[in-house]
Every structure is written in C-alpha cells, then in structure tokens.
C-alpha cells in the first residue's frame, strides 16, 4: 500500500487531507510539525510527503532540508501545500528538494492531479 505523512499545524487540514488521501488507498499517518515529521520517517520512511511551509517548531522548508540529507531521504515524493503562492516562496521550495507544489484550500481532485504528477495516484 501506498504510505504519506502529512505534515501540517492545522488538524482541520489533517483531517481533510487524510480522507481524500485514503479514498485514494494511501495509509496514512500524521505530523504537526517538522520534528515530529523527522521522527516519523526515522520510523517507517513514507511514499509520499504533503508538507505544510508554516509551522512552529521547525518549517516546512527546514523539515525538508533534513528530510533529503538523510539516508533513503531522497525517495520520498514531496509536495509542499500551502498558502504561499509567489514565485519566491515556490522556487525555494523546488530548490529545497520539493517534486510539486498545491494551493490551500486544495479539492480531492487537485490534490490526485498533484499526487499523478509525482507518479503516486
């Protein structure tokens, strides 16, 4: 089965991201922030990554620079979801390590047209 970590601040937004990934047939497990994601991919490494760029304790782009830097860091499909939508905000994330990038508030079918573009819907 297909896994993704959500890693968002926003239990609403873990809520709706966790039912349109599993009507999609992800298992899916959920972190508040940065830290707690790193802790989860030490764990059990995911498929999949639907990353919040604002939270408290380590961001989004922080948690990514980790991410990639340790080993099978690199496997993991990021997309970056949030509401930072300039050019500034997406090349950095791109540079970072992100694989794409959706909008909040984000819909079942923009999110599977996201998750398609990484190879995972």
Known sequence: MKTCLIVDDSRVIRKVSRHILET?????AEAENGKEALEACEAAMPDVVLLDWN?????????????????????????????ENDVAHIREAIQAGADE?????????????????????
């Open 24 to 28: 999609l047939g992800f298992a899916v």
């Open 55 to 83: 939270m408290p304790v380590m961001s989004g782009i922080e948690f990514l620079a980790h991410l990639r830097q340790r080993p099978g860091g690199e496997r993991p499909k990021v997309v970056f979801c949030t509401t």
């Open 101 to 121: 990038y959706v909008m909040k508030p984000f819909d079942h079918e923009t999110l599977q047209i996201k998750l398609q573009l990484v190879g995972f819907a």
